[in-house]
């Protein structure tokens, strides 16, 4: 079943450790251990989790030029980021639209970049494409990825290595970990303090194995990632953004500095810059928002969602039983113009309309050391 699968370095750990196993991206990856998703969902908001992010993408930008010519196909600012900064940023399309999310950290002498799993192979391609006569890609296969996540993240890595608490959110560094050279960066996926690590995969398990072993660590899989995620209001590429929406009607508008809008001494000069900036200037029609049940049932994506009197407004992309917030959240895109704060809508789920209200993301505060 599982033999055209790809598989991480940590395969055997998970096998191990009893994980239930499922296709994800293309690898065979771990949804959930014997606790249950919501034993990790919980561990990961009050101690730490450790998860196995080793499917998604790694790569490099090597060049004087990389900095300028990555700016032609993200609407960010990529030359002024400073040795040892990380930036969250996107590959546009011709039309606006979102051909995926991604990391970016300057290093002394490149760029490392992180991509989506289900992504990595049109990333690099799109790279080599577009900008590999400007600069050269490295795609580096040759890597593990592993994320400690939680209030605890800090004092269990700083076991291992104390410079590590010295990082702050959205820095990067590197740091010797159970004997093996590794950057790290404080960021993830959850809403919560803690660290992506990048590893060589020949020392992916020990490194694993000597965080687990240290008493506020347990590992989680991609189930409870995807609820703490949801609750941190945090977008999945191919669900709540795709080429198909915008970063302005994605709400991701935050990302696109100033140097690179209308005015900015970098404005455009990415695809998609004119369909963006006219948004930017005018307003989306459609939006992506939050809804909190009022009901105690879970909505899940592509349920419809309508008004009182069954007009569809819209649908939702992402949704799940808040663990930390013990009410149904969700992530739907709207009509602008029912896009507003406590604006009571409905979700269709088998022939019933459960009321929702409009609400502010994150469903849980981020925790971000800054």
């Not at 969902?41 to 009050?46: A, G, Q, V």
């Not at 970098?266 to 992506?288: C, H, M, T, W």
Request: glycine share 10%; charged share 20%.
């Amino acid at each position: 079943m599982t033999a055209h699968l790809l598989r991480t370095p940590l395969h055997a750990l998970h096998v191990e450790l009893g994980a239930k196993m499922v296709p994800f991206a293309g690898y065979d990856m771990p949804v959930n251990y014997p606790g249950g998703i919501l034993a990790e969902h919980r561990h990961c908001r009050d101690f730490a989790a450790l998860f196995d992010v080793s499917h998604m993408g790694q790569l490099q930008l090597r060049g004087d030029d990389a900095a300028a010519a990555l700016e032609t196909l993200v609407p960010m600012d990529v030359v002024d980021l400073p040795v040892g900064k990380q930036r969250y940023a996107f590959f546009t399309n011709a039309a606006g639209g979102l051909l995926d999310d991604l990391m970016v950290t300057r290093r002394a002498d490149h760029l490392f970049l992180v991509v989506n799993a289900a992504c990595k192979e049109a990333d690099q391609r799109h790279l080599v494409t577009h900008i590999g006569h400007r600069c050269t890609m490295v795609p580096l296969p040759e890597r593990a990825l592993l994320a400690l996540q939680g209030p605890a993240a800090v004092k269990a890595l700083a076991q291992l290595d104390a410079g590590v608490a010295d990082l702050t959110f959205m820095t990067g560094g590197d740091f010797t970990l159970a004997g093996a050279s590794c950057f790290v960066t404080r960021s993830g996926y959850t809403g919560e303090d803690g660290f992506e690590i990048s590893v060589p995969a020949d020392a992916a398990e020990r490194l694993a194995r000597a965080l687990l072993a240290l008493p506020d660590v347990k590992p989680a899989g991609l189930g409870a990632r995807d609820t703490l995620r949801l609750e941190a209001g945090l977008c999945l590429y191919g669900h709540d953004i795709n080429e198909n929406t915008t970063p302005v009607e994605a709400g991701l508008t935050w990302a696109i500095q100033k140097v690179r809008r209308p005015g900015g001494a970098r404005a455009g000069g990415y695809p998609g810059a004119a369909v963006i900036e006219s948004q930017l200037a005018l307003g989306p029609k459609i939006k992506r928002v939050g809804l909190a049940g009022l009901e105690k049932v879970p909505v899940r994506e592509g349920a419809p969602i309508v008004d009182a009197q069954g007009h569809k407004l819209g649908h939702v992309t992402s949704g799940t039983l808040g663990p930390t917030v013990f009410e149904p959240v969700a992530m739907a895109y709207l009509a602008a113009n029912h896009a507003i704060a406590h604006h009571e809508v409905y979700a269709e789920v088998r022939g019933k309309r459960l009321p929702m209200r409009v609400a502010p993301m994150p469903f849980t505060p981020h925790r971000y050391h800054r």
